[in-house]
């Protein structure tokens, strides 16, 4: 661990999005102080810049050509957070709507933790966090996700989803796959009590909303040429409500979140896109629940 460096920035870029970053700066303040958590505020939004009011603001033009915008994206975020490398052993770098936790069993001491891998010979470049995509299920969790209060006690059930297993959280200079699921290291280090939350799915009418927002701000400016093609492919968040209602229809199997085989099937087998690795293993179409020690962690 290089001590005269700090141990940990958070940083996400951000439209808009006000119900995520409200939660995603509270759940950070918990571990850094407000200097370093970095805000890339894509727009410019007022409403981004008063919620992340104290941290590190940037204000960055929106760009309504929306050429290549996700791949863009993540180029802009894969190099201010390799920058951010050369002052922190560590940088969590993610979208807004995802939550690095680490197991409760273990540590409520996040920074701890991750320093204690910073002592490690050789430290990993890119730690990979388990994917936990949590899916609402209006008629086992009907009481609405309420401001300042928990969001995971009322929600339990989630899917596994190899893309949101991402690695999020780096010591080096890093290359991220647009949508930050894989990173151009060849070597994978998932490790065994860090989780990546991915909260999407979280609450049917809310994310709902959401998603036809996005879908209606990804269309503006396209031939109806260029629509009638993006709608027929299933394409993006064009498919969210599809995949939503099935998922939203499915009952937990089990109160679980060790999941050994499918954890070895992602590293076991992982995707190569080079330059970059993705974690194997897909996402199959069950639900588990989260076991009470997560209760109130977001």
């Not at 080096?172 to 796959?177: D, G, L, Q, S, V």
């Not at 990804?218 to 027929?232: I, P």
């Not at 969210?240 to 087998?269: C, D, G, N, Y």
Request: net charge neutral; charged share 25%.
């Amino acid at each position: 661990m290089d001590r005269s460096k700090a141990p940990l920035a958070a940083l996400t870029m951000v439209h808009e999005e006000d119900f995520f970053l409200e939660r995603w700066i509270a759940y950070w303040r918990r571990f850094v102080p407000d200097e370093h958590i970095y805000v890339l505020n894509h727009g410019g939004n007022a409403e981004v810049a008063r919620i992340a009011a104290g941290c590190n603001v940037i204000r960055l033009p929106y760009d309504r050509m929306k050429k290549s915008v996700n791949q863009r994206r993540w180029q802009v975020l894969s190099q201010h957070a390799s920058a951010l490398t050369q002052f922190y052993n560590w940088v969590a770098c993610n979208d807004v709507d995802e939550f690095i936790v680490l197991d409760p069993a273990v540590s409520t001491d996040l920074v701890g933790y991750l320093a204690e891998i910073s002592e490690r010979h050789p430290v990993p470049p890119a730690i990979t966090t388990f994917a936990i995509e949590m899916v609402h299920v209006p008629d086992l969790e009907p009481e609405p996700l309420l401001s300042g209060q928990p969001i995971v006690g009322r929600r339990r059930c989630y899917r596994l989803n190899s893309n949101y297993a991402k690695p999020c959280l780096i010591s080096a200079p890093t290359e991220f796959k647009a949508g930050g699921h894989g990173a151009n290291h060849a070597q994978i280090c998932l490790d065994p009590n860090l989780y990546n939350f991915h909260l999407r799915f979280i609450d049917h009418d809310y994310c709902m909303a959401r998603f036809a927002r996005s879908l209606e701000r990804r269309l503006d400016g396209k031939s109806e040429e260029e629509k009638a093609q993006m709608r027929s492919g299933g394409w993006g968040w064009n498919s969210v409500e599809k995949t939503f209602r099935w998922l939203s229809s499915l009952r937990p199997e089990a109160e679980t979140i060790e999941h050994p085989e499918f954890r070895r099937q992602m590293t076991e087998h992982p995707i190569l896109r080079p330059p970059f690795t993705l974690m194997g293993g897909g996402r199959p179409g069950k639900l588990f629940r989260l076991p009470p020690r997560f209760d109130g962690i977001l």
